[in-house]
């Protein structure tokens, strides 16, 4: 099945990440990762979502998704034409001897260290799923003690922007307030 990425711009409200998300467990889509976090408007928050489904289907949840009360506006944004990242902290065993190995492989991914201690080393790290995959990958030898990874997030590039039409100001019919 093909990978969509989905940016929804809803009010900040409660409990709209709930009912969104919603829509795709009852139409029993596995969500592969989820986000979501205020805009530059405190009014306003971004959730991203990134799912495996088949197109015809997913057309249906976005349909669905734009109906919600509290939800602005919902675009698909394709790989080609969106910047997406993840973020992952990561503690691996080190000790004397190894530090300075991990240490190499840290500036070889552009990551950061962000804890050290007599037997570990935390690192931050963000980049595209298969940047994260190979230092994963890379740190393994030294026994990862512990992960931590964000769900996707994504922005349309250059100057294109997810305009925001303005919040609604009239009441929806009740039939349509529900999905």
Not at 22 to 48: C, K, M, Q, W, Y
Not at 147 to 169: D, F, H, K, Y
């Amino acid at each position: 099945m093909p990978k969509h990425t989905l940016s929804v711009l809803a009010e900040n409200t409660p409990g709209v990440l709930a009912r969104t998300t919603a829509l795709f467990s009852r139409r029993g889509f596995n969500i592969e990762s989820v986000a979501e976090g205020t805009t530059h408007d405190p009014g306003i928050s971004r959730i991203t979502i990134v799912v495996n489904a088949e197109d015809r289907l997913l057309e249906q949840v976005i349909k669905q998704i734009g109906k919600l009360v509290n939800v602005l506006k919902v675009v698909e944004l394709e790989p080609s034409a969106a910047i997406q990242r993840e973020l992952v902290l990561v503690k691996v065993g080190a000790d004397n001897e190894t530090r300075s190995q991990v240490a190499e492989i840290v500036r070889l991914f552009r990551a950061k260290t962000v804890d050290v201690s007599p037997e570990a080393v935390t690192i931050e790290a963000s980049g595209d799923a298969d940047k994260l995959e190979a230092l994963l990958k890379m740190l393994e030898p030294f026994g990862v003690k512990e992960l931590v990874q964000s769900g996707t997030i994504a922005i349309g590039r250059g100057a294109r922007e997810i305009g925001v039409p303005p919040l609604r100001a009239v009441v929806r019919p009740r039939w349509q307030a529900t999905a």
